[in-house]
T-cell receptor
Framework: AQSVTQLDSQVPVFEEAPVELRCNYS??????LFWYVQYPNQGLQLLLK??????LVKGINGFEAEFNKSQTSFHLRKPSVHISDTAEYFC????????????FGKGTKLSVKP | DAGVIQSPRHEVTEMGQEVTLRCKPI?????LFWYRQTMMRGLELLIY????????DSGMPEDRFSAKMPNASFSTLKIQPSEPRDSAVYFC????????????FGPGTRLTVL
């Protein structure tokens, strides 16, 4: 069965510092990978996704993620964060034959301090 | 495009009452997903439909929960009778054939059962 592990439940950082949010998955088949962001009292918004091709994926708001098949990881990075990046970030995985059925991690709360 | 629409945004009810949550997917999308989000369990897929047909309802917690999709533009999630442990945020999401792996989320319904 698939599963997604987000290793950090909370990540506090200062404004303009770099950040990495970690995500590991387990699956016996080929997968698609996603990062979603949830701002307070809102629904989830897609940040970026890996379907195929280049393992480095660029998304909205300056975020990027790298798919590492050997380490079954899909870590999210941003070189310089802003206060407005404060939100909860969810990693998700989908089997390529699953009609889009997503399995989500528990989420990482990013808190950016001035 | 209006995005995924959910109603109501907030619902407060008493234990034992029937609760109905509503969702209008993005026009043209043919897959619809219902999720529940709690602090303890994170985001859980309850059920998903493809072309109005329920495909996987293994995430529905028990017989008190039921979901319908009478047409391509409307779905309901019903809880009868409701219990305090059903308190959560319920999200609806939809995806289309052009990009089956990308789900677009509604703003959610925050349910409180007293």
């Amino acid at each position: 069965a698939q599963s997604v592990t987000q290793l950090d439940s909370q990540v506090p950082v200062f404004e303009e510092a770099p950040v990495e949010l970690r995500c590991n998955y387990s699956s016996s088949v080929s997968v698609y990978l996603f990062w979603y962001v949830q701002y307070p009292n809102q629904g989830l918004q897609l940040l970026l996704k890996y379907l195929s091709g280049s393992t480095l994926v660029k998304g909205i708001n300056g975020f990027e993620a790298e798919f590492n098949k050997s380490q079954t990881s899909f870590h999210l990075r941003k070189p310089s964060v802003h206060i407005s990046d404060t939100a909860e970030y969810f990693c998700a995985v989908s089997d390529k034959g699953s009609q889009g059925n997503l399995i989500f991690g528990k989420g990482t709360k990013l808190s950016v301090k001035p | 495009d209006a995005g995924v629409i959910q109603s109501p945004r907030h619902e407060v009810t008493e234990m034992g009452q029937e609760v109905t949550l509503r969702c209008k997917p993005i026009s043209g999308h043919n897959s619809l997903f219902w999720y529940r989000q709690t602090m303890m369990r994170g985001l859980e897929l309850l059920i998903y439909f493809n072309n109005n047909v329920p495909i996987d309802d293994s995430g529905m917690p028990e017989d008190r929960f039921s979901a319908k999709m009478p047409n391509a533009s409307f779905s309901t999630l019903k809880i009868q009778p409701s219990e305090p442990r059903d308190s959560a945020v319920y999200f609806c999401a939809s995806s289309g054939t052009a990009d089956v792996n990308t789900q677009y989320f509604g703003p959610g319904t925050r349910l409180t059962v007293l």
